[in-house]
């Protein structure tokens, strides 16, 4: 999935100015997921000031989880649920251990589809449907527009149409308790 980003920052002399336009350089189409793509549009340290805020950090991180007050900003694509019938789990699970640092390792192996991290995502629907699958309760349909401020819970998501769905999601990373 390509998505275009267009990044803003100061010049020497403190005014605003476009200092990055392209397609987002951290961006994944999974070949064992047919359908699945992960963008990683940016990311920010703890206490960045704007300069610093201003800098692409999105190639060198080593985990895809925001630090404790950093952020983190998501575009994934979900392809329909059927096509998890014809994935190669080993390969799935290689290829998100490798895209996807530290993201992976929050996964329960137990309950596919599921898992938690130490963060306050704010996710919004852009295109499709999705279910929500909470631990308790009946799962939750979402629409494009609908958003869904998930607090560090354990989630699962499903695509039940045949269709692909698309949300974007700004992780704000919080302490561990």
């Not at 895809?64 to 950093?70: Q, R, V």
């Not at 704010?122 to 998930?150: A, C, F, K, N, S």
């Not at 039940?160 to 949300?167: E, G, H, K, L, S």
Request: net charge negative; charged share 20%; aromatic share 6%.
């Amino acid at each position: 999935m390509q998505v275009r980003r267009v990044v803003t920052g100061l010049s020497a002399e403190g005014r605003s100015k476009v200092v990055a336009d392209g397609p987002v350089p951290r961006s994944h189409d999974f070949k064992a997921i047919p359908g699945f793509s992960n963008v990683t549009v940016w990311s920010t340290k703890a206490g960045a000031s704007l300069r610093d805020a201003a800098v692409d950090r999105t190639v060198e991180l080593s985990t895809l989880l925001a630090e404790p007050s950093g952020t983190t900003f998501f575009i994934v694509q979900f392809p329909p649920d059927a096509v998890w019938g014809g994935v190669d789990p080993a390969a799935a699970d290689e290829e998100t251990a490798r895209v996807l640092p530290g993201l992976a390792d929050t996964f329960d192996p137990q309950r596919p589809g599921f898992h938690a991290t130490p963060s306050i995502d704010h996710v919004i629907v852009l295109d499709g449907e999705l279910w929500l699958q909470l631990e308790e309760g009946p799962e939750t349909l979402l629409r494009r527009g609908d958003v869904v401020i998930q607090n560090g819970t354990w989630h699962a998501w499903h695509n039940r149409t045949d269709q692909p769905a698309v949300i974007a999601a700004i992780s704000l990373g919080v302490a561990p308790e």
